[in-house]
């Protein structure tokens, strides 16, 4: 059975296309702003609601290398 696309576990890529960033934002955000991100071996894996959840109570785009 497959799950809905937004109870997916979505990649670095796919979360980066989401929020219109760059992949490099994507580990700056995990590591500097504590993005809720999930590693599985040596992939990060995001769900769509955690995510969403994160940027309405962090404002993500705060600082000037949040476009970077």
Known sequence: MNEPISDRWLS?????????????????WIKRKKMPAHKLGSLWKFKRDEIDTWVRIVDAGESNDSRN
């Open 12 to 28: 670095v890529d796919e979360i980066a296309e989401y929020l219109g960033i760059k992949k490099d934002t994507v580990y700056k």
